[in-house]
């Protein structure tokens, strides 16, 4: 499974995929957070462009590979986005 912002050339994905079970490269996601719900719609109806949110970084440019055979674990303290990184390896979420 390979989530990914960079491109590869075939014979190297190939290559890579024999050799690892999980690569994740260069993977950011970004959440736009509001004050108020009505914020969203402020931000969403505004002819000037204004925007009403904050972006909240849950990951910011994370790389990994794991080998096929090795065990992983993810630890990490609340918000340290081990649910985010793991939605994205599954292809529940998807990166910005």
Same mark, same amino acid.
């Given at each position: 499974m390979s989530a990914e912002n960079t491109t590869n050339t075939g014979a190297q994905e190939a290559?890579?995929?024999e050799k690892y079970a999980v690569e994740v490269k260069n993977v950011t996601k970004?959440?736009?957070l509001y004050d108020k719900p009505i914020d969203r719609l402020k931000e969403s /109806? $505004?002819? $000037?462009h204004k925007e009403y949110?904050?972006?909240?970084?849950a990951l910011s440019d994370l790389s990994f590979t794991v080998e096929k055979g090795q065990t992983v674990g993810i630890i990490g303290t609340n918000g340290?986005?081990?649910s985010?990184?793991?939605k994205i390896i599954t292809g529940? /979420?998807?990166p910005t």
């Open positions: 290559e890579n995929a970004i959440y736009r /109806l $505004s002819v $000037s949110h904050k972006d909240f970084y340290a986005g081990k985010t990184i793991l529940v /979420l998807t």
